[in-house]
């Protein structure tokens, strides 16, 4: 299993990407978002081929 993650800001839009290598089928892929790296919410459930999300964030805080 290998998974390489990058991510990119530009203004106030972050951009993510990332490629998932595995022997398991992937059935979907859940992003989520924490301002103190402890309360995690759900930013997105993405199709298992997805590689990349963009979004603003609705708080100008930390981002974790």
Known sequence: RQVLLTGKINKSSHSLSWNIISGEPINNLLLES?????????????????????????LKANIF
């Open 34 to 58: 924490s301002n103190n790296g402890t309360i995690f919410s759900t930013l997105a459930t993405l199709p298992s081929n997805s590689k990349e999300y963009n979004y603003t964030p609705v």
